[in-house]
């Protein structure tokens, strides 16, 4: 008889089931028309009920399958008493076929952290900006992000009345990433994405040392990989504190399993153990291709200014 899938494809087949579940919850909260606004810090830095609502379904569900792994998420919040409609049991059948890398296949429940933000471009889910709104559930162990799942619950929102709402993109170090068409950016253009909403002089001073032909300014980390594996930008320029581990864990694991490269702006890679700190303070660099292009032109200015 065929041996259980490896823990691994276990986790990456139920986050997917899980991504689906939050943005069937991402959309029925913005259907209903109540968002429940809150703001944290200010008026950047907001959290709606369905970032509240998304992380307890997702957390709750996979800690229910998974109890001994750590999961770590955006929102400061309890998971005790999660209603049963926010739990999703099931698991995308088709990744449970595809066989666990082999430096992988040990792998035990304790082992692995789970890094999830539950809606990432919450600024932009607020002002209606959904295309730019993502779910993100990274797999971490031993301190790499090894494994993701982005959804995008309005993929394809624009599309009319007759389009398939929503997508899920998944990848796993060592097999590839899927739910898109992988695309590199046209040869010789410097397109740069960088935040929409968290602008500063730094920020610009590093865009413009660049020379860029074409800023793109989105909301949410997520959304600007996906600009770079789907060849819109050629890289992602954030010289600034503010993004944290949950942001970058699932897209780097993406970006990392079709070729490409994220760090902070010096060059430094993201550690994802459990007891690291939340916040990516040297800001993000990533590129599917060239990224030594981009990094070597980096100002040593702009890397003073930001510690790690």
Same mark, same amino acid.
């Given at each position: 008889s065929m041996a259980s899938p490896a823990l691994l494809m276990r986790v990456v087949a139920s986050a997917y089931a899980v991504a689906e579940k939050a943005a069937t919850i991402v959309r029925s909260v913005m259907s209903a028309g109540d968002l429940g606004i809150v703001e944290k810090a200010g008026p950047n830095d907001l959290q709606t009920k369905a970032d509240r609502l998304v &992380?307890?379904?997702i957390c709750a569900s996979l800690a229910r399958k998974f109890p001994k792994v750590t999961i770590i998420g955006e929102e400061e919040l309890s998971t005790d008493n999660v209603t049963e409609e926010l739990i999703e049991d099931g698991h995308c059948e088709e990744i449970l076929k595809k066989p666990c890398p082999a430096q992988y296949t040990g792998i035990k429940e304790e082992e692995l952290v789970i890094w999830v933000d539950p809606l990432d471009g919450t600024k932009e889910y607020t002002e209606g900006l959904l295309d730019h709104v993502t779910v993100l559930i990274g797999i971490a162990y031993g301190g790499k992000a090894i494994a993701g799942v982005i959804n995008q619950p309005y993929y394809n929102y624009e599309a009319g009345a007759d389009a398939v709402l929503g997508r899920t993109i998944w990848g796993v170090l060592g097999i590839g990433a899927f739910g898109f068409q992988l695309t590199e950016a046209p040869?010789?253009?410097?397109?740069?994405v960088t935040t929409r909403s968290h602008s500063s002089t730094l920020v610009n001073e590093c865009i413009s040392a660049l020379n860029p032909d074409t800023v793109i300014r989105v909301g949410g980390a997520g959304n600007k990989i996906i600009q770079l594996i789907e060849g819109k930008a050629?890289?992602?320029v954030f010289a600034s504190p503010g993004c944290k581990k949950w942001d970058t864990c699932a897209p780097e694991a993406i970006l990392h399993a079709v070729g490409g490269k994220i760090t902070d702006i010096r060059g430094n890679s993201f550690q994802y153990n459990k007891e690291v700190k939340h916040m990516n303070s040297a800001g993000v660099l990533a590129a599917l291709r060239n990224y030594d292009y981009y990094a070597s032109r980096i100002?040593?200015?702009?890397? &003073?200014?930001?510690?790690?």
């Open positions: &992380q307890m379904s040869a010789g253009k410097h397109i740069i050629s890289a992602y100002p040593n200015t702009v890397k &003073q200014s930001l510690v790690p």
